[in-house]
């Protein structure tokens, strides 16, 4: 298949993704702001996430750039409360302009990394750099798994009860093919076998 039936086909079948708002922060100070839905967890032990960041005609994206010079950012969960303004930091604007100022996002002070962290978010977790994969497709690299260990951790009050996140006040939002999001449906309990 072409890469663009590939990304069709993978996106429309690998679903419903969860959604990383990534706050991190370039050399020169601009905050940058961008939702990815190639994001998951590889280990709780150190606490890992995964992040992969397509290139656009071989080049890094602002994200991933900002990620591998200060080996730091923000990594939030995307809700329904703020679906709206985390779509607009999808846009495509330059490295020196931030997509802050297309959302109704305020930013914070992060504890331990230096890369702000967004207030309205339920779920913040600073990160660190795990570890850089550049991925290839023959001779070129086509895209960056980042590898992020969480070092701390903010989550809403109110959110986290008896050791568990409470998924209907999280209200997560996850992504589907085209313009499509999915919020949190019907729910099934089903106890694992021994």
Same mark, same amino acid.
């Given at each position: 298949m072409s890469e663009r039936d590939n990304y069709k086909f993978l996106i429309g079948s690998i679903i419903p993704r969860p959604i990383a708002v990534v706050s991190s922060l370039s050399k020169e100070g601009v905050v940058n702001i961008a939702p990815f839905s190639y994001f998951n967890i590889v280990t709780a032990n150190p606490p890992i996430i995964s992040l992969s960041i397509q290139r656009k005609s071989g080049e890094m994206k602002d994200t991933t750039k900002n990620i591998l010079g200060n080996k730091q950012a923000v990594i939030h969960i995307a809700d329904e409360e703020n679906? #709206?303004?985390?779509n607009q930091t999808a846009a495509n604007l330059k490295s020196s302009e931030s997509e802050l100022f297309r959302t109704d996002f305020t930013l914070g002070s992060s504890d331990l990394v230096s *890369?702000?962290?967004?207030? #309205? @978010?339920?779920?913040?977790? #600073? *990160?660190? @750099?795990?570890?850089?994969?550049?991925?290839?497709?023959q001779e070129q690299v086509t895209a960056d798994l980042l590898l992020l260990k969480v070092e701390n951790y903010h989550i809403q009050e109110g959110l986290y009860k008896k050791g568990r996140i409470d998924a209907d006040l999280l209200k997560p939002m996850s992504r589907l093919a085209g313009n499509d999001y999915a919020a949190l449906g019907k729910k099934m309990s089903i106890k694992r076998p021994d």
């Open positions: 679906i #709206e303004s985390t *890369v702000p962290l967004i207030n #309205e @978010l339920k779920i913040k977790m #600073e *990160v660190g @750099l795990y570890q850089h994969v550049p991925i290839m497709d």
